[in-house]
């Protein structure tokens, strides 16, 4: 699925549910056990902002957020994990969102105010291409967002700049079997079906370019299946100190 269409698609579900609809996302079949806010057993968070989470698990659980730091989540959708992260940052910490797409960026802001978080903001970009100054973050964090990105690389290479030194990555994505077959790949892009199995990067695919950018300490691991040859996984790295 081509950057537009994710666009055109979270955009679509943003605006139905800053018109208190369903965002309708989720494809059925079971998904919702294995997608969304059913990773967040335990927190406290608003129904309305639950409903839009759409991860494939809780980066908030692999992160080890500390009062007082800065914490970047990428493709913040409705918010949910900056205002949980704001919660573990405290008022002398900072947790910012960061998305493409202006309606998840309204429907994130909504819920901010209506949470009464004042230590959250959310700016306009792409993971590609972060808005933000070099060693300018301490943390960052993403949900299931990273394998719809064409160019992980380039990914990567901007966590590393926005990271202080000794800076940490911790995250969920999907990741893809090592049977997937390019044929399949192709076939996924052309039908669509599923966004992210023409893009989903392997597990030795994913720890080579976080060492290609420069991280340590990195751990890839698997968590449960999200659909036929994709599994999410949680993954932690750090920059040197």
């Given amino acids: 699925m081509n950057p537009d269409a ?25 998904e919702a056990e294995r997608i969304g806010a059913v990773h967040y057993a335990g927190e ?4 309305e902002v639950a409903a839009t989470s759409l991860g494939c698990g809780n980066p908030l659980a692999v992160a080890d957020l ?3 730091e800065t914490v970047l989540d990428l493709g913040s959708g409705g918010g949910l994990d900056v205002l949980l992260s ?14 493409m ?20 903001e959310f700016i306009k970009g ?8 070099d060693a300018s973050v301490d943390v960052v964090i993403s949900n299931c967002v990273i394998a719809l990105s064409p160019n992980k690389r380039a990914v990567f ?22 049977t997937l077959t390019d044929a399949e790949r192709e076939q996924a892009t052309r039908t669509e079906a599923i966004e992210c199995l023409a893009t989903a990067l392997t597990a030795g695919q994913y720890k080579n370019l976080l060492r290609e950018a420069g991280f340590t300490a990195i751990r890839v691991n698997p ?3 999200v659909a036929s040859k994709l599994r999410a996984a949680t993954i932690n790295a750090t920059t040197p100190p």
């Fill in 6 to 30: 994710i666009r055109d698609r979270y955009a679509a579900a943003a605006r139905r549910a800053l018109a208190g609809e369903e965002t309708g996302l989720l494809n059925g079949d079971g």
């Fill in 44 to 47: 406290e968070v608003p129904p």
């Fill in 66 to 68: 500390h009062p007082g």
């Fill in 86 to 99: 704001a919660r573990r940052v405290g008022p002398t910490g900072r947790a910012i969102g960061l998305d």
């Fill in 101 to 120: 797409t202006d309606e998840m960026l309204t429907l994130a802001r909504r819920h901010a105010e209506q949470a009464g978080v004042t230590n959250a």
């Fill in 126 to 133: 792409t993971i590609e291409q972060i808005p933000l100054p």
């Fill in 157 to 178: 290479a901007e966590i590393a700049r926005v990271l202080r030194p000794g800076g940490r990555l911790g995250i969920t994505d999907i990741l893809a079997a090592e």
């Fill in 223 to 225: 968590t449960h299946e």
